[in-house]
């Protein structure tokens, strides 16, 4: 099953489907008919509707109901070196050996083929990393891990894999063959760190937030539309990510380092 899904995926014209897709849901929707639209989305999707700041009438799309903001206070942020960048499951947390990132139990990717660049990549070695699924209910807004100075934000042209479970465990390095964008960042004491936001079917529009400067931990990175993978790596000597198994439930802005 695994390799039949495999190739299934492969052959998707992905690309060209996610587009359309995005097309449609960027479509005005007709006033009366957004709340019942988006209350069945929240019922179907598990989406919490009392945390959006707004009311549901006033997201004129789908696409804009995807990217809905929380009230304020609705995600505190820790008083750590280290917290969550956005709502959803942990798919792998833990160290980086030997250049590669885990995708799951058994299967790795090359950190430089993600990043999409081996300079940059060496710099993480005996460093952490987290990869965190979004689901289409959660909260679709990454935020800063860390309090850190941006460099620059690069776009990796990629595919559009969906993200889901069953597709992770079946398609080889899957993160860094979907579009993505590298949020490359210097921690305190010029320890480097990353942030990746990876695209996927049905989510190529990731909007970025901010491109350059200081940020500090709790700020907004990007926008993502229905659900996705946020990746993030930290260099040797910056804080480490806590051991977390797989599926385990993480909200933006809590505690991450251990």
């Given at each position: 099953m695994?390799?039949l899904?495999?190739l299934?995926l492969?052959?998707l014209?992905k690309?060209?489907l996610?587009?359309?897709c995005g097309?449609v849901c960027?479509l005005?929707?007709?006033?009366?008919?957004r709340?019942r639209l988006y209350?069945?989305?929240a019922?179907r999707?598990?989406?919490d509707l009392?945390?959006?700041?707004g009311a549901?009438?006033?997201f004129r799309?789908?696409?804009?109901?995807?990217?809905?903001?929380l009230?304020?206070g609705?995600r505190p942020i820790?008083?750590?070196?280290?917290?969550?960048?956005?709502d959803?499951?942990?798919?792998t947390v833990?160290?980086l050996a030997?250049?590669r990132?885990e995708?799951?139990?058994?299967r790795?990717?090359?950190?430089?083929?993600?990043?999409?660049?081996?300079?940059f990549?060496a710099?993480f070695?005996?460093?952490?990393?987290a990869?965190?699924y979004?689901a289409p209910?959660?909260y679709?807004?990454v935020?800063?891990?860390?309090?850190a100075?941006i460099?620059s934000v690069?776009a990796?042209?990629?595919?559009?894999?969906?993200?889901?479970p069953?597709?992770?465990?079946?398609?080889?390095?899957?993160f860094?063959r979907?579009s993505?964008?590298?949020?490359?960042c210097?921690?305190?004491g010029?320890?480097?760190?990353?942030?990746?936001m990876?695209?996927?079917?049905n989510?190529?529009d990731?909007?970025?937030s901010?491109?350059?400067g200081?940020?500090?931990?709790?700020?907004?990175?990007?926008?993502?539309g229905?659900g996705?993978t946020a990746?993030v790596?930290?260099?040797r000597?910056?804080?480490?990510?806590?051991?977390?198994?797989?599926?385990?439930r993480v909200?933006?802005?809590a505690r991450?380092d251990g």
């Open positions: 695994t390799a899904r495999s299934l492969t052959c014209p690309v060209a996610s587009r359309a097309l960027s005005p929707l007709p006033c009366a008919l709340p209350g069945w989305f019922r999707y598990g989406a009392a945390e959006a700041d549901l009438a006033g799309s789908m696409q804009e109901f995807f990217r809905r903001p009230k304020a609705a820790a008083a750590a070196p280290l917290v969550w960048p956005c959803g499951r942990v798919v833990g160290g030997g250049g990132i995708q799951v139990k058994g790795d990717y090359a950190l430089a083929d993600l990043l999409g660049d081996a300079d990549a710099q070695t005996g460093g952490c990393q990869t965190v979004l209910g959660d679709h807004r935020h800063a891990p860390f309090a100075e460099d690069t990796i042209p990629g595919t559009l894999f969906p993200v889901n069953p597709a992770v465990r079946s398609v080889r390095d899957l860094a979907n993505r964008h590298v949020f490359r210097r921690l305190a010029g320890v480097s760190a990353a942030v990746v990876v695209g996927a079917y989510v190529g990731t909007l970025v901010v491109a350059r200081p940020v500090r931990a709790g700020d907004e990175l990007g926008r993502f229905f996705s990746i790596v930290v260099g000597d910056g804080p480490a990510f806590a051991a977390a198994a797989p599926e385990t909200r933006m802005g991450a």
